[in-house]
């Protein structure tokens, strides 16, 4: 049986061998070509970056540790607690927390849990399983320790069933790589002793909550290199986490990546696979009783390749690639999005926030969309992290250096987008800035990635930072309905004998600090000609009114820019004005003209007085009112439509006070 097994590959060597040199000879630049699209030097490569157990345990009574105040932060549409504290709230100096992973009770979101490496002393690079968990939605939490003291833990994966029972995935090593799977039936308060659960690094897990006949089943995938039953490196469970399947494999050899439960219990991975992604999708994984095949594996073009060892986070990745499917029910139901800190093969920044979706199932992917909004290539989003709401909205938060270029200094982002992905809303700070490079637990980075699970009303993320000058975990929700905060009503603008009078009005106000004008000259850029103070936070109706003067003649941009008392700021659409300066009556030619159907007229008058505009035919007779209202002196500007006319030649007459003129018009059609 082996020499036969031994003549097929054999064989199948010969052919591969063959086929590569005629390709070559008929059609070298195709090879080229391809070679050329990625950057140069080697593919991003699993054996380059994996957990070593390096120092050894060093017990440090919690009791021992020094105390500082916890750093918690309240802003806008964010609020932020410290996780990793003790029983009074306070930050426990000299240790370090990094790469969390979370878990929502579905049922009771006011419990959730959150789990992390946990270094007792940065002294070392020794790592347990942290957990903390919350009843209360996240305004405190209890850090109980670690799961196993004195166990070698690592790269922590939560989720929770469709029951609410929590599951943490534990990465461990002795003379091979394995995880255990443990499970908490009341919160994350407690845990059982564990389940072997196969594995390797990285692994990563989620659970069928779609109430189908998957419901329950627990998924993993995790990397071959470092697998503890190479070749395979996927395995599942079908009794509630009680035990789990021997490996088997998928296409490709994915690794440093993600899996996501579609709405019918089609299971996705999405993950890397060198210079490209891969997403595969099994259709009977939601079957028990069959072995799991994988019906779809389509390469991904994300314009990049995942990132590791960048500027802010020498020793780890700059972020795991995010695979998530939307299962609202709404317009965007079944679409499958990827997303990735990647390191840019169009252009030279190290690492952008990319995004790409799917509406048939992961056959077929659109363009590449970078998320991200700063100007230039030099900076660095990392720990791009993804989740979709059940109401169908995707959220995406990543750490960025964009504010302190060229440092390691970075902040946390966000942006949303609810038309599947095809548009994202303006990027936001949301935190104080802080130094990725402080508080290393004997080892050069902040983990490896962040976790974050969203609601209808906004989003749940657990994360790590530097913010007390050492690494510690954070929870912070997101709010959706304080995205926006000034829902803009109106803004228009108009002319008067001297100035451009500008007028908006908002319907609610949320920590508003104020309105810049800007203005632009056609042809010249933006900038700021004034200030209106704001009205702080209101849910009642607000008119705002300015006035720009000393103008010379020409066409004008006016908008705003509305900012919030944390510097955090967004646009108003633009608005169009042509101002000159007049002292007597004039009635401008049309246009354009011909027209069809509508075409401008523009007028000047010298007082304030009741304007009346008709539209008269070839014999005299009044076809149309275009205007007939009270207007201030000054430049105005009317667009008349001729749908309901027949082609030929009209007139236009304008009557203000004593004054009248008339003319010509063509309608074309």
């Given at each position: 049986m082996n020499r036969i097994f031994e003549k097929k590959r054999f064989n199948t060597i010969v052919r591969l061998i063959l086929f590569l040199i005629i390709v070559f000879l008929i059609e070298?630049?195709?090879?080229?070509?391809?070679?050329?699209?990625?950057?140069?030097?080697?593919?991003?490569s699993p054996t380059a970056h994996h957990e070593i157990k390096e120092d050894d345990y060093i017990p440090v009574p919690r009791e021992s540790q020094e105390r500082s105040p916890a750093y918690n932060y309240l802003m806008s549409n964010i609020s932020t607690v410290q996780v990793n504290v003790d029983n009074n709230g306070q930050n426990i100096?000299?240790?370090?927390?990094?790469?969390?992973?979370?878990?929502?009770?579905?049922?009771?979101?006011n419990r959730m849990t959150i789990g992390w490496r946990q270094f007792n002393t940065i002294n070392s690079n020794f790592r347990q399983a942290g957990?903390?968990?919350?009843?209360?939605?996240?305004?405190?939490?209890?850090?109980?320790?670690?799961?196993?003291?004195?166990?070698?833990?690592?790269?922590?994966?939560?989720?929770?069933?469709?029951?609410?029972?929590?599951?943490?995935?534990?990465?461990?090593?002795?003379?091979?790589?394995?995880?255990n799977v443990f499970k908490s039936t009341d919160g994350g308060a407690s845990w059982n002793g564990g389940v072997f659960?196969?594995?390797?690094?990285?692994?990563?897990?989620?659970?069928?909550?779609?109430?189908?006949?998957?419901?329950?089943?627990?998924?993993?995938?995790?990397?071959?290199?470092?697998?503890?039953?190479?070749?395979?490196?996927?395995?599942?469970?079908?009794?509630?986490?009680?035990?789990?399947?021997?490996?088997?494999?998928?296409?490709?050899?994915?690794?440093?990546?993600?899996?996501?439960?579609?709405?019918?219990?089609?299971?996705?991975?999405?993950?890397?696979?060198?210079?490209?992604?891969?997403?595969?999708?099994?259709?009977?994984?939601?079957?028990?009783?069959?072995?799991?095949?994988?019906?779809?594996?389509?390469?991904?073009?994300?314009?990049?390749?995942?990132?590791?060892?960048?500027?802010?986070?020498?020793?780890?990745?700059l972020g795991q690639t995010i695979i998530a499917v939307d299962t609202s029910g709404g317009p965007y139901h079944g679409n499958i999005y990827l997303l990735c800190s990647v390191d840019r093969y169009s252009t030279s920044d190290p690492a952008d926030v990319m995004f790409v979706r799917s509406t048939d199932g992961g056959v077929s992917w659109s363009s590449p969309i970078r998320i991200n909004d700063?100007?230039?290539?030099?900076?660095?989003?990392?720990?791009?992290?993804?989740?979709?709401?059940?109401?169908?909205?995707?959220?995406?938060?990543?750490?960025?250096?964009?504010?302190?270029?060229?440092?390691?200094?970075?902040?946390?982002?966000?942006?949303?987008?609810?038309?599947?992905?095809?548009?994202?809303?303006?990027?936001?700070?949301l935190s104080d800035f802080f130094n990725s490079h402080v508080g290393w637990p004997n080892q050069q980075k902040m983990g490896d990635y962040f976790d974050m699970v969203s609601d209808s009303s906004g989003a749940r993320l657990a994360w790590a930072a530097t913010f007390n000058g050492e690494q510690d975990v954070y929870y912070s929700y997101i709010s959706d309905s304080t995205i926006v905060p000034v829902e803009l009503l109106s803004f228009s603008a108009s002319v008067t004998t001297n100035a451009v009078?500008?007028?908006?009005?908002t319907a609610t106000e949320l920590n508003n600090l104020g309105f810049e004008i800007q203005r632009n000259k056609e042809g010249t850029e933006f900038f700021t000609v004034g200030f209106v103070d704001g009205n702080g936070t209101t849910t009642e109706l607000h008119n705002y009114s300015y006035t720009d003067k000393n103008l010379d003649n020409g066409k004008y941009y006016y908008r705003l820019k509305q900012v919030d008392y944390d510097g955090s700021y967004e646009y108003s659409d633009m608005v169009e004005v042509e101002w000159r300066a007049f002292n007597s009556y004039v009635l401008e030619q049309n246009y354009p003209n011909p027209f069809n159907p509508t075409?401008?007229?523009?007028?000047?008058?010298?007082?304030?007085?009741?304007?009346?505009?008709?539209?008269?035919?070839?014999?005299?007779?009044?076809?149309?009112?275009v205007l007939n209202e009270e207007k201030e002196a000054g430049y105005h500007q009317v667009e008349f439509n001729a749908t309901n006319l027949p082609s030929g030649v009209y007139f236009y007459q304008l009557r203000a006070g004593s004054f009248i003129d008339t003319k010509k018009m063509i309608l074309l059609r």
């Open positions: 070298p630049n195709l090879i080229f070509s391809q070679i050329k699209e990625k950057k140069s030097g080697n593919p991003p100096v000299g240790d370090a927390a990094n790469e969390p992973s979370i878990a929502v009770d579905q049922n009771n979101p957990w903390a968990f919350t009843t209360n939605g996240g305004q405190t939490w209890t850090f109980p320790g670690v799961i196993e003291p004195g166990i070698f833990r690592s790269d922590p994966v939560l989720d929770a069933d469709k029951n609410g029972n929590i599951y943490y995935n534990s990465l461990t090593v002795d003379s091979d790589f394995f995880c659960a196969q594995g390797g690094d990285k692994q990563w897990m989620t659970i069928d909550k779609t109430g189908g006949p998957g419901t329950g089943h627990i998924y993993a995938f995790w990397t071959s290199n470092y697998s503890v039953c190479y070749p395979g490196f996927f395995t599942r469970s079908t009794d509630n986490g009680g035990s789990f399947e021997d490996c088997t494999t998928i296409p490709d050899d994915p690794f440093w990546g993600t899996l996501a439960v579609g709405p019918n219990g089609d299971l996705y991975i999405g993950a890397s696979i060198g210079y490209d992604f891969l997403v595969a999708r099994s259709t009977n994984a939601q079957n028990s009783g069959v072995v799991v095949a994988w019906d779809m594996a389509t390469v991904v073009n994300l314009d990049g390749s995942i990132s590791y060892g960048g500027g802010p986070n020498p020793g780890g990745l700063d100007p230039g290539n030099t900076e660095y989003q990392w720990f791009g992290t993804m989740s979709v709401a059940p109401n169908g909205r995707i959220d995406v938060v990543w750490l960025d250096t964009r504010d302190n270029t060229g440092s390691n200094i970075s902040a946390l982002y966000y942006s949303n987008s609810e038309d599947g992905g095809t548009t994202w809303s303006q990027n936001e700070r009078n500008l007028n908006w009005s075409t401008t007229i523009r007028f000047s008058i010298k007082n304030k007085s009741n304007v009346r505009i008709t539209i008269l035919n070839a014999i005299g007779e009044e076809v149309a009112v």
